[in-house]
């Protein structure tokens, strides 16, 4: 026994019992004797039995598994979006299975298939950078399985998506800058192809053309290390900023560090807002100022939608979550 895992089959020997009456037993279903219920359960615990879930979700087509599949495990924002989604499911009596696509369109429909094959009731998906059309998801959605996008979707669906107002979030931004002063200003994202940074543009140039303010540019880059070249850029033009309005804080914290590397003082020179309050913000010095948003709130508001489905509620509509500015000494001038 010491190199297998023990089956129903195990037991029934041991106890000169059927495996039916064993099944029976440990699925609380009905058996006469009392005695011998008990003496199954404690045999089977003596014994380490554990329920193959899977096998019995074949049976029973009820696993009480989701899978989830999200960018990046190690983000701040997606480890707390699953810290929401995860009080929900347990709550609601579902264990998740958490799988992680490093941006990466083919990995992400690899884990999706293998989850599959695991027998989930559903999936709630944070698609990756790679991941511009619908087709291999709207493919699994059409035969049964229930699933709701959270946060990015990098096209147009008819499935349930739940996410952050991030056009809104964006036009507050920039009207906090405007507000304050700016004159000249630029938008600096991340990847073009992500939802959520097209939102956040589209908030700053709607800004922009409602509150009569010029705009300079919209500059694009896929890391972090690439902020550098562009503001210093930037910098070195003619006609220079006097405000950036920034996609993410890591982002915000790299034109910080730039500007003072130039030589040039925040707010009074140059302001710069973040996206997403992450403790970054407090470390930079000045503090950057940020959108806030819950990913808590994200994250229970995706998996109460899946669970409506699986219960039989088939409205589709996009769920947007309201975010805020937190200001900071980054746009804030003396």
């Not at 500007?259 to 913000?281: F, H, K, R, W």
């Amino acid at each position: 026994m010491e190199n297998r895992k023990a089956t129903i089959k195990d037991i029934a020997k041991k106890l000169g019992v059927s495996a039916s009456t064993v099944s029976r037993a440990l699925n609380d279903k009905f058996v006469k004797n009392d005695e011998m219920v008990a003496l199954i359960k404690q045999t089977a615990e003596e014994m380490d039995y554990q329920v193959n879930t899977i096998a019995a979700g074949l049976r029973t087509r009820k696993s009480n598994l989701i899978g989830i599949v999200v960018p990046r495990i190690a983000s701040n924002f997606f480890s707390r979006v699953l810290a929401g989604i995860q009080s929900v499911l347990n709550s609601n009596g579902y264990n998740v299975l958490i799988c992680q696509s490093n941006e990466s369109k083919e990995l992400e429909e690899q884990q999706v298939n293998s989850l599959i094959r695991c027998n989930v009731e559903g999936l709630m998906i944070s698609c990756s950078q790679q991941t511009h059309s619908e087709a291999f998801f709207d493919r699994i959605a059409s035969k049964g399985l229930k699933l709701v996008y959270f946060d990015r979707k990098n096209f147009k669906t008819q499935l349930p998506v739940v996410k952050i107002d991030d056009v809104h979030g964006g036009f507050l931004a920039t009207e906090h800058l405007v507000k304050n002063g700016a004159k000249k200003l630029v938008f600096l994202g991340g990847p073009q192809e992500l939802s959520i940074c097209k939102d956040r543009f589209e908030g700053y140039a709607s800004a922009v053309a409602e509150l009569g303010a010029t705009s300079l540019g919209a500059y694009f880059v896929d890391t972090k290390e690439e902020v550098l070249p562009v503001v210093q850029k930037l910098f070195n033009a003619k006609q220079k900023p006097d405000s950036i309005v920034t996609w993410s804080d890591d982002w915000g914290v790299q034109v910080i560090l730039a500007a003072q590397a130039a030589g040039l003082s925040i707010p009074e020179e140059l302001m710069v807002t973040g996206y997403d309050n992450t403790d970054v913000c407090t470390i930079v010095q000045p503090n950057l100022t940020s959108m806030i948003h819950d990913p808590e709130i994200i994250g229970e508001t995706a998996a109460q939608t899946l669970l409506d489905m699986i219960g039989g509620n088939t409205e589709t509509v996009e769920k947007l979550m309201e975010t805020h500015l937190v200001i900071r000494e980054s746009t804030v001038k003396k």
